[in-house]
């Protein structure tokens, strides 16, 4: 007994291990993404959402967890790499009923390209909205996204903030079963290039480096604010994220607010409207 070794022969953990579950089971909580916006759109509107699109929806767990939430809600689901979205067809739309599963469409496509009809709510997480780095490519983005809105419509972006964005750092977190590593690798001061990876350690000391890769563009705050109102939006809300006053943790909590301190790392919700 004692701690786990790695076996003399046969795969390692990190060979048999599946990247999307380990994702999803570290990375992704879509059932509070989805309180989050259930209860801000029912605030800030007056009503109940009935349509959502989920764009880099990756394995469109976020949009299950939506079409599962209310008899009638329906999902839009785009990602322009069909293996992820083979994965969410298998594992986690083959799972729902047939009613479930003809309220949820996945698409493939480039986010900024495609042509969806008017929903309720849009969400862009993970920061993948940082995948464009060009001002005019965001505005253009933003905008396409302003018509495929109703009215009375939200979109939800999340966005993260403070010194430790600006710089290479590494943050392990255990997770049942095995440690989530995220690993800002290099940056660059004068574009804010930030090239990011997710690696998986296990329990055997087996590795899974590089198992989802990122370049983005660290966009600050402000000046996302800047373009979604360039791009038509009337009005953007940061919801930020609350710590505990006593021990410093983050909280599931987040707060509308204009006021920040000089926080090493933050993370919020920018929600902005029609
Ligand atoms: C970090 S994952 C986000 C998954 C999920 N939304 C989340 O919150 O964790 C980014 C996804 O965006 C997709 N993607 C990247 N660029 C895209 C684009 N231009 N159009 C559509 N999907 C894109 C990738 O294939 C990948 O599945």
Redesign the pocket.
Known sequence: MGSPKKAASGPTMAEQADRHEL?QAS??NSEFEIDFMDATFEELVGRKAISMR?????TAI?SVEWIKRRRGNTAVS????PE?LDWGRQRNLAPLSNDQRKRIELIE????DVKTDKVDMIQA????YW?FQERKMLLDYFKSLRESLVDDGLLFLDIFGGSECYQTQKEKRKVDGFKYVWDQYEFNAITYELKCAIHFHFPDKSKMKNA?T?TWRVWGARELREILADAGFSETIIYRQEFDDETDEALDEYVATEEADDFACWLGYLVARP
């Open positions: 994702y990375v992704q989920e764009d880099f929806c990756g976020s785009v990602d322009n790499d992820v496509a480039d986010v900024r997480y993970n920061f993948s995948f989802f990122y």
